[in-house]
């Protein structure tokens, strides 16, 4: 089995693996070669008895609507997207679940006698990760998130909303697009949306640390912290024991902004249990079976 497939091996049928199982899920981003989706996903495709493998395929842009084609036409179950494609994913979707408009992005694409149907389940594996890991609902938190501007923080920014948090601030290097955040934001059918107080802000503003200080949950959807020389998503200048820390990175296991926080007391948590409940909500959608949540974990934090 190949550790990365390519619209190439589509094309040339289904990839089969050592054991003889016909690949039937995918992660499809790049680069995905780093992904643990597959670990996560395989044991609860085995005991669930789905037949086939869940592997990594990376795309170059463009090459989305293809790869979604071949993988319906060969008789896949569907696919997770993560970066750089989510957009390009929704665009390429024939129906979009209310969690994908409302979200604004697709991660799961799920293939169906009727086309492909998009998703997303960045938003709930968030709540339930965040509920998980700090033993409050994401109701109660007045959340700041830093990378708003980006697909995940954007999906995050309205399940806040969505969830009526307490107050909401957006920030993100360009400002420009958190206006347009806001907008669609504003717009959400939901009750409790309406009422979350909101601001935008950039990451040299002055009054940053202060709202940084006063949030009780912050959170990192910029992708820095992935690389050893990565800067810090931003400055953490007063951080208290009550405050809470989630960074959507998972590698490594604690990136250089959690060991900061951590290092004065505040609670952190990390991007894998996104991922592990993001995860399970994607099984249910692509095999209808409810995964047994706890193999998934071990595979997933198994090194």
Request: hydrophobic fraction near 45%; include cysteine.
């Amino acid at each position: 089995m190949k550790a990365v497939y390519t619209l190439e091996d589509l094309r040339a049928g289904l990839p089969v693996n050592e054991a003889g199982q016909s690949l039937c899920l995918a992660v499809v981003g790049n680069p995905v070669e780093h992904s643990k989706s597959p670990q996560l996903h395989q044991a609860a495709l085995e005991e669930a008895g789905v037949s086939g493998f869940y592997g990594r395929l990376q795309l170059e842009v463009g090459e989305l609507a293809q790869a979604f084609a071949l993988g319906r036409e060969l008789g896949m179950l569907g696919m997770n997207v993560t970066v750089p494609h989510k957009h390009e994913a929704m665009a390429a979707c024939d129906r979009l679940d209310e969690s994908a408009e409302f979200l604004g992005a697709v991660n799961t694409v799920c293939f169906t006698d009727e086309g492909l149907v998009g998703y997303n389940t960045d938003g709930g594996g968030l709540s339930l990760a965040v509920a998980e890991a700090f033993g409050r609902p994401l109701s109660e938190f007045e959340v700041t998130i830093i990378g708003a501007g980006g697909g995940a923080g954007a999906a995050v920014a309205a399940q806040c909303a969505i969830e009526g948090v307490q107050k909401l601030h957006l920030v993100n290097r360009s400002v420009e697009k958190l206006a347009i955040l806001q907008q669609h934001l504003s717009v959400l059918p939901v009750e409790a949306a309406a009422d979350v107080d909101i601001s935008n802000h950039g990451l040299e503003d002055a009054d940053l640390p202060e709202i940084l200080a006063r949030s009780s949950l912050i959170i990192n959807a910029t992708s820095l912290g992935l690389k050893s020389d990565d800067a810090l998503p931003c400055e953490l200048t007063a951080i208290s024991v009550q405050q809470c820390y989630y960074d959507m990175v998972y590698q490594p296991d604690l990136t250089p902004w959690l060991k900061q926080a951590q290092s004065r007391g505040a609670k952190i948590a990390d991007g894998l249990t996104m991922l592990l409940h993001q995860g399970q909500l994607a099984f249910k959608l692509f095999t209808q079976k409810k995964p047994n949540i706890e193999l998934m974990r071990r595979n997933l934090y198994n090194k």
